[in-house]
Nanobody, 122 residues
Framework: QVQLVESGGGSVQAGGSLRLSCAVSENTYRSAYMAWFRQAPGKEREGVAARDSGGSTRYADSVKGRFTISKDNAQNTLYLHMNTLKPEDTAMYYC????????????????WGQGTQVTVSS
């Protein structure tokens, strides 16, 4: 069972930056694929960025050029570096993991964290 614990959320003004962290309980085949999702009130959960164990990354069009997903394998921590934040980035952000490849449009990832709130004010 992979456990994921997010941190780093908070309130920031538009144009600001935040770094989200996701502590992963194990760095094994079960967490070979990892991703960040977000869900705003009244909206469906959407994929933001994903990374596989080989380092390949994918991003939603809405965050390309502003967000970067990375992983520190020594610390078993996944990061989401968010720059030039916009009010529409306001959401609960979730970390997800799976042993199989999944598209960002697929919300059936095997393991999920509890989420961390990001609020961007204009």
């Amino acid at each position: 069972q992979v456990q994921l614990v997010e941190s780093g959320g908070g309130s920031v003004q538009a144009g600001g930056s935040l770094r989200l962290s996701c502590a992963v309980s194990e760095n094994t085949y079960r967490s070979a694929y990892m991703a960040w999702f977000r869900q705003a009130p009244g909206k469906e959960r959407e994929g933001v960025a994903a990374r596989d164990s080989g380092g390949s990354t994918r991003y939603a069009d809405s965050v390309k050029g502003r967000f970067t997903i990375s992983k520190d394998n020594a610390q078993n921590t996944l990061y989401l570096h968010m720059n030039t934040l916009k009010p529409e980035d306001t959401a609960m952000y979730y970390c997800a993991a799976d042993r199989y490849f999944r598209n960002l449009g697929d919300t059936n990832w095997r393991y999920w964290g509890q989420g961390t709130q990001v609020t961007v004010s204009s």
